[in-house]
C-alpha cells in the first residue's frame, strides 16, 4: 500500500522525485507494464469466453433433457406451450452466448493482440524499442543536470566539513576564554586557529554558492528538455489508453445482453407466450376435446346393408399410397408458433401464424429443413412450427 506523501520526510520526497537522476525510470516502465497488461486482459476475457461456452453448453443441455419430458407432461394447451417457450428461448440464448464465446476470442483478443503486435516493437536483446527511445531521450537530458548535481553535492560536503569544524574552535576558544587552567598562548593560538577555520568556511561556502547558482541558472534549461521527453510518453500513453477503453468498450458491448435485440426479442416474446395463458380457453379446450363437449354417436337404431364388394378395391388402395406418397416428397403444410430470425445464411427467417413447406424432418440437432412461397429454402427450429 503506498504511503501519503505526508508521512515522508522532504529528503525522502525529494529522492523519489522524478527531476532526480534516474527517477524517470517509473515512466519509461509505463510501456513494459502496459505490454503486460496487454496479455493479461487477454487470459483474463479468454477466460470469460469459456465460462460463456460452458452456459451455452449448460443450457442446451438442460433444454434437450427436458424436451421431452415437457413434450410429454400432462399440461396442455397455453400453459403447456408456455412450458414449452422456456426450452425454446433457452435454444436462442445457446447460440447468443455461443456467438459471445466467439467474439470475445475472435474479435476482442485478436484485436488486442494485433494492436500489442503493431504498438511494442521488442528488442533482440530484450526490452522494447519504445522503452530504449524513452530511457535514452530523459538519460540525455539528465547527464548534465547529474554532473551538476555531484558538483553541487560535492561543494555542499566540502562546506558542511569545514563548517563542522569552525564550530568545534569555536567552542573550545569559548572554552578557553576565562578559564584559568589555560595558559595565555594556548588560549590565543585557540583563537587562531577559530580566525584561520572561519576564513576557510567564508570561502568553501562562496565557493558553494557559486556552484549553486550555477545549478540554479540551469534548472529552466533541464526542466524544459525533461519535460520534452515526457510529453512524449504522455503521447503514446495517451494512445495506449485511449485504445484500451476502445478495447473494453467493445468487450461491454458483446457482454452487455440487456441492449442485445436477440436476447429482447426472446424474453418479450417468453412473456407474450405467459401473459397468453388462458384457462378460460384451455378449459374449453379440454371440454371439448376430453369432456363433455366431445362428438358423440348417441346409441340409435341401424339398419342392416349388405356389404358392396369393390373390385377396384386394390387399385384404389395402390392409388392413395401414390397420392400419401406424393404429399411426403412434396412436402408438409407447417404453421410457425413463433417469430424466428434467421442466425445464419443458410437459414429461413420467419413471424409466427405464417405458413410454409416443411420439405425435410427433423435432424439430430433439432433442425428441419424449409420452403417458403417465394422459394426461399433454409433450415429452421422444429420446436418453432407446428403441422398445419
Not at 63 to 71: A, I, L, N, Q
Not at 245 to 264: G, M, P, R, Y
Not at 268 to 281: F, P, S, V, Y
Not at 347 to 362: N, R, T, V
Request: charged letters at 35%; proline letters at 3%.
Amino acid at each position: 500500500m503506498s504511503t501519503p506523501a505526508s508521512e515522508h520526510g522532504p529528503e525522502d520526497v525529494n529522492n523519489r522525485s522524478f527531476w532526480m537522476p534516474g527517477n524517470y525510470q517509473r515512466t519509461v516502465k509505463r510501456t513494459e507494464d502496459t505490454f503486460q497488461a496487454c496479455n493479461d486482459i487477454v487470459v483474463c476475457f479468454q477466460e470469460r469466453a469459456r465460462v460463456e461456452r460452458q452456459y451455452a453448453q449448460q443450457l442446451n443441455e438442460w433444454s434437450t433433457k427436458w424436451k421431452p419430458v415437457v413434450d410429454s407432461s400432462p399440461l396442455y394447451g397455453s400453459l403447456l406451450k408456455a412450458w414449452q417457450c422456456f426450452l425454446s428461448s433457452a435454444d436462442r440464448l445457446t447460440s447468443l452466448h455461443a456467438s459471445i464465446c466467439r467474439s470475445l476470442v475472435s474479435d476482442d483478443a485478436d484485436r488486442v493482440r494485433t494492436w500489442q503486435k503493431d504498438s511494442f516493437h521488442k528488442k533482440v536483446f530484450g526490452g522494447f524499442k519504445e522503452s530504449q527511445d524513452m530511457e535514452t531521450g530523459f538519460a540525455r537530458a539528465q547527464k548534465p543536470w547529474a554532473k551538476k548535481l555531484k558538483k553541487l553535492d560535492k561543494a555542499r560536503r566540502a562546506y558542511h566539513k569545514v563548517s563542522r569544524k569552525e564550530h568545534a574552535t569555536r567552542e573550545r576558544n569559548a572554552h578557553a576564554q576565562g578559564n584559568p587552567d589555560v595558559n595565555i598562548d594556548k588560549q590565543k593560538k585557540i583563537q587562531e586557529e577559530r580566525e584561520v577555520a572561519q576564513q576557510e568556511t567564508e570561502k568553501v561556502r562562496g565557493r558553494y554558492e557559486k556552484v549553486l547558482e550555477e545549478v540554479n541558472r540551469y534548472v529552466p534549461r533541464y526542466m524544459e528538455e525533461m519535460e520534452s521527453v515526457f510529453d512524449q510518453s504522455q503521447e503514446e500513453e495517451r494512445k495506449r489508453i485511449a485504445f484500451l477503453k476502445q478495447a473494453f468498450l467493445s468487450i461491454n458491448k458483446h457482454l452487455d445482453v440487456t441492449t442485445n435485440e436477440s436476447v429482447l426479442a426472446v424474453y418479450q416474446e417468453l412473456h407474450n407466450t405467459l401473459m397468453a395463458i388462458d384457462e378460460h380457453e384451455d378449459l374449453r379446450w379440454w371440454k371439448n376435446t376430453h369432456g363433455p363437449g366431445m362428438p358423440t354417436d348417441w346409441p340409435h337404431f341401424q339398419e342392416w346393408t349388405p356389404e358392396k364388394k369393390s373390385k377396384k378395391g386394390k387399385k384404389e388402395a395402390v392409388k392413395k399410397e401414390v397420392i400419401e406418397k406424393s404429399a411426403v416428397i412434396g412436402g408438409v403444410r407447417v404453421r410457425a408458433l413463433y417469430d424466428y430470425v434467421g442466425q445464419e445464411t443458410d437459414e429461413l427467417s420467419f413471424k409466427a401464424g405464417e405458413e410454409f413447406l416443411k420439405i425435410e424432418d427433423e435432424d439430430d440437432q433439432g433442425w428441419c429443413r424449409g420452403k417458403k412461397d417465394d422459394g426461399w429454402e433454409g433450415l429452421y427450429p422444429a420446436n418453432y412450427v407446428e403441422v398445419v
